[in-house]
């Protein structure tokens, strides 16, 4: 019978870091369905890995997507622009 291997305090210590999710965990982690995943992909605003069969979403790609979509805070008592009827 082969030893039991016990963790030692080292191993469970460290925290197992992902560099890459699943859609549907790239959409949990945004707070949004897995078809707006596929909508954003399709946009070409998020960029997935196709290195397998299925896509993974380099964690890195999901911060750049939040960076580059952040808003831009509004100075006080100025009012939002209103989108034009037709565009």
């Known amino acids: 019978m082969p030893p039991k291997i016990i963790p030692t305090t080292e191993s469970a210590?460290?925290?197992q870091t992902r560099l890459a999710l699943t859609r549907i965990e790239a959409a949990h982690a945004l707070g949004l369905s897995a078809v707006?995943?596929?909508r954003l992909t399709k946009r070409g605003l998020l960029k997935p890995s196709r290195a397998i069969r299925r896509p993974l979403f380099a964690v890195s790609e999901i911060k750049r997507f939040l960076k580059?979509?952040?808003?831009q805070p509004q100075a006080l008592g100025e009012t939002p622009t209103k989108l034009r009827a037709g565009k």
């Open 68 to 71: 580059a979509t952040q808003s």
């Open 36 to 38: 707006t995943i596929d």
């Open 13 to 15: 210590a460290m925290p």
